[in-house]
């Protein structure tokens, strides 16, 4: 079967158990909860998720993490970050507004220092360009039907639970990370 996926903004400081400040799920913005389902450049689910980590958004610069249902359980816990959240936050639930991001040009990680020019992401077969940010911040992706397979798949995950915004400019003395995605 597919693995589903849903946006989570996480508290500001790691702890375990984790603290949900806010998450939503794609099928709420008419999309698939497959990661390959939602995830491309002017999907309305990826956009609401980037308004909200952008500098006008309410959770700007916040980890943020794509979790995933198959994911390994949480240290500690019984079970893992997306379980968590449909067993005890249900009530910070969000449906955001989508807006359009198209002039966040870059995907932001400020806890490793990179940056991802989503201008220079490739089309894939479909003329679709895949969106490298739940990919880069998936929990859980290669233990279900959806997820992603393709170029690169080893940076999947690698961003997860890292404070994350998207920016018009590109940051000062932050490595670029070209991401192949298609």
Known sequence: MGQLYIAIILSDIKRTPEIIRMWTSPNNYINGGKLTEHSYIENNFVQAVEHLISPEGMFYMSRIVWAGDYADPEQNESCNLYKNVYDNYNGLFRYPKSHDTSCYRYIVNHSKKLYVDKERCPENKYNLIVHPLPLLVSEGNGCGGGDYKGNNV???????????????????????LVCDFI
Not at 154 to 176: F, H, Q
């Open 154 to 176: 080893e940076l999947c995950g690698t961003w997860a639970r890292d404070n994350i915004s998207v920016e018009k400019t590109m940051p000062n003395d932050y490595n670029e």
